[in-house]
């Protein structure tokens, strides 16, 4: 595996001045060796040239966050990274590779999640490359390949959640978005780590029911919900009925044998639970009648 290393390169003003320089002693040496006709002026002024057109064609520009991988003859010699008008030589092939932050999405995906359940996902990911040695090296387009993996890691992900879960203790797709995301985060990143892309954000942008099932899941969740709801007003009318049974013992209101606590209880229970307001009933007799 290709790891990134330094790489220095000469001050481009200095090249240029240079370049400059030698360009001047061309224009001199040709202009000499024409009225002297000296074969000696005529080598120097070729190996003049030849040295301009080296320290001219070897300037490049590195601007900030970003690098440039030098090759001479297919082999790796360095990255550059210092922001600035560099020199290299010109036998150096440089590719440019951008250190910026790069934000992509992963369209919306039909997937199964781990009930079986067809659902539409899609995400946002964040990376940026951290070794463009590897980058430009171990994979043939870096930028296709942190889409191809999103991709193949938002599936992943759906299938290992359900969309909704009835147990606080489950995990979900739609109830646990912080976990969820930190999860397809470190996934993600493990699988870009060969092209030297490091995974700064992920998180999940769209989620919903795949339409030909979004009607029946939502009268599932209106149920479930129902029955949640019924739960807590169940629980809170029986400690209510507790709590006036034990009051109304307390202060000794009225005794009331075991027939006359189950018709309290029940009536309690008719009004506390009821959905509409509950309509008095005046017994002028007694249950014993």
């Known amino acids: 595996m290709v790891r990134e290393k330094p790489f220095k390169p000469s001050s481009g003003w200095s090249a240029v001045a240079i370049g400059v320089v030698l360009a001047f002693v061309a224009i001199g040496t040709l ?15 070729a190996i003049t040239v030849l040295g301009a057109i080296v320290a001219f064609s070897g300037l490049f520009v590195i601007n900030p966050n ?47 999640d781990l009930d079986g359940n067809p659902v539409e996902i899609a995400a946002i990911v964040v990376w940026k490359v951290v ?20 991709e193949s890691a938002v599936r992943t992900l759906a299938s290992r959640y359900p969309y ?17 995301a930190e999860h397809l985060q470190k996934e993600l990143d493990e699988r870009v780590q060969l092209a030297g892309v490091k995974v700064l954000e992920a998180r999940i942008s769209h ?5 030909e099932i979004a009607q029946a899941m939502l009268q599932r969740q209106q149920a479930g919900a129902i029955i949640a709801a ?8 029986v400690g209510m009925v507790e709590m006036a049974l034990a009051r109304l013992a307390r202060n000794q209101v009225v005794t009331l044998d075991e027939d006359r606590k189950a018709a309290m209880v029940s009536n309690l229970l008719v009004v506390l639970c009821s959905e509409r307001n509950a309509q008095p009933v005046i017994n002028a007799g007694t249950i014993y009648q």
């Open 31 to 45: 202009i000499a060796g024409i009225r002297g006709g000296s074969a000696l002026l005529v080598v120097a002024f």
């Open 66 to 112: 970003e690098a440039k991988v030098l090759q001479l003859f297919g082999a790796y010699v360095g990255s550059a990274r210092d922001a600035g008008f560099s020199w290299a030589l010109p036998l150096y092939s440089r590719r440019r590779v951008s250190l910026r932050m790069v934000s992509i999405e992963v369209g919306k995906l039909k997937v199964n």
């Open 131 to 150: 070794d463009s040695a590897q980058a430009v090296f171990e994979v043939d387009n870096y930028p296709d390949y942190v889409r191809v993996q999103g």
């Open 164 to 180: 909704d879960a009835h147990d606080d203790a489950v995990l979900s797709l739609r109830g646990n978005t912080q976990q969820v």
């Open 207 to 211: 989620l919903a029911y795949a339409p």
């Open 230 to 237: 019924r739960q807590k007003i169940v629980d809170g009318a």
